[in-house]
């Protein structure tokens, strides 16, 4: 196991700033308030969940490098978004109701060639777990995950650069695949 | 001559009056959600039909293999070692263990977890422990692994049937292959599988999938009408059913087919950019086959029993070019109201790196278990098995409605003068690409 650098760990201010970003982006997902929700990305913003596959330890993680639940950017998120502002996207009318758990978080500075002019890249790794709830079923769909994130901070602004959350299931237990993680 | 009634009297009577039903357009709720009718069909249909395994673009190296489902049974799709593709059933002769334990890798050999006994990637026995103390006389020629008794490479696409007596695939096919083909066989090097497939457990019947892929076009206004205002989709595919731009192809041997099309003399190629288009051509189809692609929006059909295709061009976004991308799906049952999705994203062999990851975008941005359009078909799927596994329908008798352009319900005769296979229909207006998909199932059903 890799050890632990202090050296390469955040200050408590970055540390808490990015946890308050990452609240509130739950905060404003559980709402679904995307519109505001797709404020809070880079334009460039690199949004990605692969198909995670079965393997024997020796076929390695089974992390597709090819395939994805979704593979987003800007263009692709916001019609997204826009299709479900519509009463008519079954998938999500009635809504289901989200509920997002963000926890172990762990916050890292980016390698300098990821830093755009006047901004600076933190790596920010967190698990997540998803609980869903449709209709009238009373058990809910979890989804768990890793989230290895980049943030983008100018000043007192932080923006969601880069996102891949690694699932923990390969077959997904659910109709739709029609939220956000 | 007795009845298939009297000869299986457990079966619900509905089932054989189904013939009757269906030349009336109509259909009893309960196929979509009935214990008995489910394990029929796992039997009948399943066990016997041919059904799709994979393609072979998955597993291009000797030793590569793809654990697959032929109804709710596991086999392993591999290439041997000596370079052959084949479906071997995941079950170790001994007794009984999983061979294979995972979805897919490379391995010179499987062996079972349980006892040890081990085989070559050809399913040929490799190794028991203590053969000379305990299975001198054990023939290991004899306890391979078991292979499905026949399988079919279609031009990439493999299939296997476990029915020791059934046709050949290109027979069960039949006249269907003019269509399969344009989807499979513009370009010269034929069609290659994107990525690993999509997963996902729908709440909903295995058939309701396969029907609505071989043309219940006027699902579309309605189901889809979340995506079909924005920008992403041709008008002429957005305003289906319509009498100017839909086709539909029925009875072509028990397969069927939905068509949306340009005009005569325009070009679509389902929008492939002019980089893919200009490899298509007539090495292995005929010119009436590319006139169709040409003018192709949408092809979307199912060879029964529950392999579906959609070959169409869509943007994941408002400020990109469309894109032509094929997905191919398996409606794999797991239960009398409840399937797994499976489902792949292809492009031809010749389109370029970067075309194949703007056609994978795509794809997955609308038909996947997150895309735009499969989303809210499989919310709505549910319903028709929900319905159909009602005390009170059973009570009722209820039977669902496909008269839609039955006969003199419809305003429209079939072309005389199409030049492929099987009925067409010069609109997208009617029901009769699921009337022949579930006269297939009921022919499958009622066979004993």
């Known amino acids: 196991m890799k050890k632990l650098d202090i050296n390469q760990t955040a200050d408590d201010r970055i540390e808490k700033e990015c946890t308050a970003f990452l609240y509130r982006e739950a905060e404003l997902l559980d709402a679904w308030e995307l519109h505001a929700w797709l404020k809070l990305l880079t334009p460039d913003i690199d949004y990605r969940i692969p198909v995670r596959t079965t393997r024997m330890k020796k076929n390695g993680d089974g992390i597709s490098k090819r395939a994805f639940i979704l593979e987003e950017d800007m263009g692709s998120l916001t019609l997204r978004v826009k299709r479900l502002d519509s009463d008519y996207a079954w998938s999500e009318n009635p809504r289901s109701r989200t509920r997002r758990m963000v926890a172990n978080i762990r916050v890292s500075p980016c390698a300098a060639e990821g830093e755009t002019a006047g901004a600076k890249l933190w790596q920010v790794r967190s698990n997540v777990a998803v609980y869903i709830h449709r209709g009238d079923e009373a058990q809910p769909v979890v989804l768990t995950g890793e989230r290895q994130d980049q943030l983008q901070q100018s000043g007192a602004t932080w923006l969601l650069h880069k996102r891949l959350v690694l699932l923990d299931t390969t077959v997904l237990g659910m109709d739709a695949f029609s939220i956000f993680i | ?448």
Not at chain 2, 130 to 149: H, N, Q, T, V
Not at chain 2, 262 to 281: I, S
Not at chain 2, 397 to 420: A, E, I, V, W
Request: proline share 7%.
């Open chain 2, 1 to 448: 001559m007795s009845s298939p009634k009297s000869l299986d009297p457990d079966l619900p009577d509905f089932l054989f009056d189904i013939e009757e039903d269906l030349r009336q357009g109509l259909l009893p709720a309960q196929i979509y959600n009935n214990q008995k009718i489910y394990e029929l069909e796992m039997r009948r249909i399943f066990a016997r039909c041919w059904v799709f395994i994979g393609h072979e673009t998955e597993i291009p190296n000797p030793g590569d293999y793809a654990s697959r489902k032929i109804g709710e049974d596991p086999f392993i799709f591999v290439r041997g070692e000596d370079g052959v593709i084949r479906v071997l059933f995941n079950g170790c002769r001994h007794r009984g263990g999983q061979v294979c334990l995972d979805e897919s890798g490379n391995a010179d050999s499987f062996t079972c977890p349980l006892h040890g006994w081990s085989y070559k990637t050809s399913g040929e026995l490799e190794g028991v422990p203590s053969k000379s103390e305990g299975y001198r006389k054990l023939d290991f020629k004899d306890w391979g692994l078991i292979s499905a008794p026949h399988t079919a490479n279609y031009h990439g696409l493999v299939f296997a049937s476990l029915d020791p007596d059934a046709k050949p695939f290109e027979d069960y096919l039949g006249k269907f292959r003019w269509y399969l083909d344009i989807q499979l066989l513009l370009t010269k090097g034929g069609m290659e599988i994107l990525g690993e497939p999509h997963r996902w457990v729908v709440n909903a019947n295995w058939k309701s999938g396969a029907e609505n892929f071989t043309g219940d076009s006027s699902h579309t206004p309605m189901t889809h009408r979340s995506i079909l205002g924005l920008k992403i989709i041709n008008p002429a595919v957005a305003n289906s059913p319509n009498k100017k731009h839909g086709l539909h192809v029925h009875d072509c041997d028990g397969h069927a087919i939905s068509i949306r099309q340009l005009e005569p003399g325009k070009t679509a190629f389902w929008d492939y950019p002019e980089e893919v288009t200009r490899h298509f051509g007539t090495q292995s189809l005929s010119q009436d086959q590319v006139d169709l692609a040409a003018r192709g929006l949408v092809h979307d059909g199912t060879v029964f029993p529950n392999f579906s295709f959609i070959h169409i061009g869509l943007s994941d976004s408002e400020d990109k070019a469309p894109a032509g991308f094929l997905s191919v799906r398996v409606w794999q049952p797991r239960g009398a109201g409840k399937m797994e999705i499976w489902s792949w994203i292809l492009a031809p062999k010749e389109a370029s790196d970067s075309y194949k990851r703007r056609a994978y975008r795509v794809g997955m941005s609308s038909f996947s278990p997150s895309g735009s359009f499969e989303q809210d078909d499989v919310v709505l799927w549910p319903m028709v098995a929900r319905t159909g596994g009602t005390v009170f329908a059973d009570k009722v008798r209820m039977k669902y409605n496909f008269q839609m352009g039955l006969r003199d319900m419809g305003s429209t005769p079939p072309m005389t003068d199409f030049p492929g296979p099987g009925e067409v229909m010069p609109t997208a207006v009617g029901e009769c690409g699921p009337r022949t998909f579930h006269r297939s199932w009921h022919r499958w059903m009622t066979r004993a």
